[in-house]
């Protein structure tokens, strides 16, 4: 999948928008254009875009289409939706990969594929608080959780592509957060994680002032 940032301003003087495109998998930028902007009540807004970047939109909901440039071909790489809502707004749009002129469309997946992974240096069981595993693609939105078992071994069913963030959870304390990559292919993989001694640091809290 590939995908692309719009960003702006919105309800204030200037307002900014603007969308980014990226290959999801792996984060390369593709080069797009915005081919609608379309507001509920407001109207078509593209005339506002200079590139990705939109100045002056209102606030709403709008519809949203990206195609290539130049002209070459009418057809948009991908539609969507987005609510503007504050002044400034940054937009990571996905872009499907076989949308995209020259880039490789995955097969399907074999029966049987699994992608099976292991926990080293688990900490002491706890039946009050189980272990599991978050997945987080960076340049996606959906993620993956994963159940893991007493010896710290795990599976993971599902063909994944690029980088994502590994946190390994137990209750509600977070015992390490990883950059992960996985290649692209069908191939059977593993996983190995190495806990560190000790959990990160606390999380940088925000407090009102």
């Not at 710290?152 to 390994?168: H, Q």
Request: aromatic content about 8%; glycine content about 10%.
């Amino acid at each position: 999948m590939v995908s692309k940032c719009l960003t702006g301003c919105a309800g204030t003087d200037p307002r900014w928008f603007e969308v980014n495109s990226r290959l999801a998998e792996h984060g390369q930028s593709i080069e797009c254009e915005v081919s609608h902007f379309v507001g509920q009540g407001i109207g078509e807004m593209a005339t506002h875009f200079r590139g990705l970047q939109g100045t002056q939109i209102p606030y709403g909901m709008y519809t949203y289409g990206l195609k290539r440039p130049g002209g070459t071909s009418t057809e948009d790489l991908t539609q969507g939706f987005v609510s503007i809502w504050s002044p400034e707004a940054l937009v990571v749009v996905p872009v499907r990969r076989n949308a995209v002129p020259g880039a490789s469309v995955d097969g399907a997946i074999p029966a049987g594929f699994v992608i099976r992974g292991k926990i080293n240096r688990m900490p002491p069981p706890s039946s009050e608080k189980p272990l599991w595993i978050r997945l987080s693609p960076i340049y996606q939105k959906d993620h993956l959780d994963i159940k893991v078992d007493p010896t710290g071994e795990f599976r993971i069913y599902t063909p994944l592509v690029g980088r994502y963030i590994l946190v390994v959870i137990r209750g509600d304390e977070v015992l390490d957060v990883q950059q992960i990559s996985f290649e692209e292919g069908l191939r059977l993989k593993s996983v190995s994680v190495e806990l560190p001694a000790q959990p990160p640091s606390s999380a940088l809290q925000v407090r009102k002032q």
